[in-house]
């Protein structure tokens, strides 16, 4: 089914958006995020990251202090980067979707990975997970794990996912309401994320964050997916929906997408003192014309418009 005049609208995803007004079934849509309950999911998508920082810098990869934005289903990314070296990892998320157990479980199939030496799991097992490699065998030639994975080192991690808010362990959770105000202030080396951004309501907000958390040279990776999400019958089609469609679907979603192109996301990082130290984009044909956008949109560059996901590598000035 379509509406008159909106041929791209998803009559389902606007449907789902009406239910949420209704008294008890506001929260009928927040589902878990998918993927990161899966050990070799996580484990694929910070290898990629960290191979993809190493090469374009040159260097191994070293640090202490690691954040992750949206882990979604389980810290499973974040315990993969502390199995690779970094010290301490705080997790920032808008609901609390990980439980303990799955962490645990996740905790001993990654230690098993690296133990291993597997592969990185690749673009055919996760062909929708950016950034892509050339090469997914172990990264070997960039960091010797073993120090990393002794028993006294793994059984210090599974303490720290038992008793997450400690201040005197390695793991942190903070709910992204109160990450603003917490002070981690020029502390961190990098910050992370896997198809989050694109959920953030208030980008200049994180953005601003993350520059005072990072120490000066400090680092940030992500991997935004600009996609409608089931919103649209094609792949941009979100970018015709009118304003007062779009909040009928959003209804009252704790998240959803906030339809902002990479553009954006590149004035934002000039904004607050970013540089780009790499940056992949994956095109994908738009099949939605210019005369098809809703006029927030209409004035999209061509390379928005045809910019599927991307992969954004910045360094703090």
Known sequence: MYIPGL???SVKTVSEGMLTFLPGLKNLLNKKTGGTNSARYCYSVWLRHYVKISQALGVQLKGTHIAELGPGDSLGTGIAAMLSGYRKYIAIDSVHHFNTLKNLDVLDDIHRLYTE????PDDKEFPLVKPFLEDYSF???LFDVSDNLTDENKNALAHALEDIGNPLLQISYLPAASAYSSDYDATLDLIFSQAVLEHVDDLPSVYEMCRNWLRPGGLMSHTIDFKCHGSSNQWNGH????????????GRRKYFINRQPLSRHLELLEKYGFSIVLLEKYPQESTVQRNNLTREFRSLSDDDLNISDAYILAKKK
């Open 139 to 141: 990264p070997s030639f």
């Open 117 to 120: 030496r597997h592969p990185i």
């Open 7 to 9: 041929p791209f609208v």
């Open 239 to 250: 970018w015709t929906y009118p304003s007062w469609l779009w909040r009928i679907l959003l």
